[in-house]
């Protein structure tokens, strides 16, 4: 059987520091400070094991993002062109010809003249999700990358 000792010998140092600093009973504080005295955890340099966990945060969150198949893909010399532009032109491609199929098998010309013009609105606005969506995570990985090279500096 675990005891409440063991318990809190496994927790790393971020997960005792929270409790310490959190809203937890009192008794599951001290354990938490007695366990961090045990691994002789600096009180007086607080900041430096933040900005040490807030590194490892941001290093895991380019690990899971290189694990993810559409940012890998996106990422790769030609992705963004590819990522953006092939759904479009395969899909205008297609309701082009559906639409034109339409009008010549019906003698309909208005419904698809209509219906070519609503796909391509379709693809048009979601073209510019893309677009935003692609921007949005770009800026992101830029401002990661700058914050993981300010906390680098700032440990050693």
């Known amino acids: 059987m675990q005891t409440t000792e063991d318990f809190y010998n496994a927790k790393t140092d971020r997960e005792l520091f929270k409790i310490l600093k959190g809203n937890y009973a009192y008794n599951q504080k001290l354990l938490a400070e007695k366990t961090l005295k045990e691994r002789d955890f600096d009180f007086d340099n607080v900041e430096k094991y933040r900005n040490e966990w807030e590194l490892e945060k941001l290093e895991n969150e380019i ?25 479009m032109v395969f899909l205008l491609g297609i309701i082009y010809l559906l639409g034109h199929l339409i009008f010549q098998i019906f003698n309909l010309t208005e419904r698809a ?43 050693k």
């Open 63 to 87: 690990e899971e993002e290189k694990q993810n198949v559409i940012t890998s893909f996106e990422k790769s010399a030609f992705g963004f062109d590819m990522f953006a532009v092939f759904p």
């Open 113 to 155: 003249i209509f219906d070519t013009v609503l796909g391509l609105c379709f693809l048009i606005i979601l073209e510019f999700v893309f677009i935003y969506l692609f921007k949005r995570r770009k800026k992101k990985r830029k401002e990661r990358a700058e914050r993981i090279a300010e906390l680098k500096e700032k440990i």
